[in-house]
């Protein structure tokens, strides 16, 4: 009986934990700058990044002139930590500023967004540890449709 009980407490761990570490599988890439500028033939990024207290990190993305829709998604999985997400548009102006919470109403570690008829040009992103202990991964996406 202790037997079924270690492999199933294995088990569980490696279901919470494997998720995670793999979010997104094949689609993202690894890039660990912090400040990244994305080549004018580039309409998307997703990569993986790790976050402190207090820190911001920048992201941009660029949109072709004639793009529908602009999908921004920041996911740290712990929804116990707290990330905010400022996004800004070519023209310089402050597009959005979000919360975990501002979007869905949830505390669900992750902020999605679609942005309609986007501005052509290089959208900036800022992701802040607002409250995070120790470090926190996450995942970061600004794909253009």
Known sequence: MMTYNRIFALMLALVLIVPPAFAGGNECTVNTTLEEDTPLSDTGICAFYSIQQGETHYHSAYVPPGSSTLFVNLNWFVPQQSLTLKIVSPSGSTYAYYHDTDLDGNKD?????????????????????????????????????
Do not use: L
């Open 109 to 145: 570690a992750k902020i999605r967004t679609w942005i309609p008829s986007p501005e052509a040009g290089t959208w900036r992103f800022q992701v802040y540890g607002e409250t995070v202990r120790g470090t926190q991964d996450y995942t970061f996406e600004g794909t253009a449709g």
